[in-house]
């Protein structure tokens, strides 16, 4: 598994923005993916995750309601559509995946195998 986050970029505080994460390595079958993001200073934080069919998904309090997490499996993509978009949702975002992880172990970045080399996005207030 390879993957590769885009789609970030600088967006005023009401905006919104839409990333993907591709699999490069068209190895993503059967594997869940997440999106995780670190600001500068902090920890790196859960965002949204979802299992391969799509039947689960989870998403941080401080994002529920306004990102939605999706993914086409044709095209080994996940998605990360984010709306609304807060000053304090500036971060570096990476995407994650793992072929054995379950939904209650999602938000643990310590359970995640494989990950993407990020992509930055600022909102400005």
């Known amino acids: 598994v390879q993957l590769q986050a885009s789609g970030g970029g600088q967006v005023q505080a009401g905006g919104s923005l839409k990333l993907s994460c591709v699999d490069s390595?068209?190895?993503?079958?059967?594997?869940?993916a997440g999106w995780f993001r670190q600001a500068p200073g902090k920890e790196r934080e859960f965002v949204a995750g979802i299992s391969w069919s799509g039947g689960s998904i989870d998403y941080a309090d401080s994002v529920k309601g306004r990102f939605t997490i999706s993914r086409d499996n044709a095209k080994n993509t996940v998605y990360l559509q984010m709306n609304s978009l807060k000053s304090e949702d500036s971060a570096v975002y990476f995407c994650?995946?793992?072929?054995?992880?379950?939904?209650?172990?999602?938000?643990?970045?310590?359970?995640?195998?494989?990950w993407g080399q990020g992509t930055l996005v600022t909102v400005s207030s």
């Open positions: 390595d068209r190895t993503f079958r059967g594997f869940a």
């Open positions: 994650t995946a793992d072929d054995e992880i379950v939904k209650s172990r999602f938000r643990m970045a310590t359970r995640w195998h494989y």
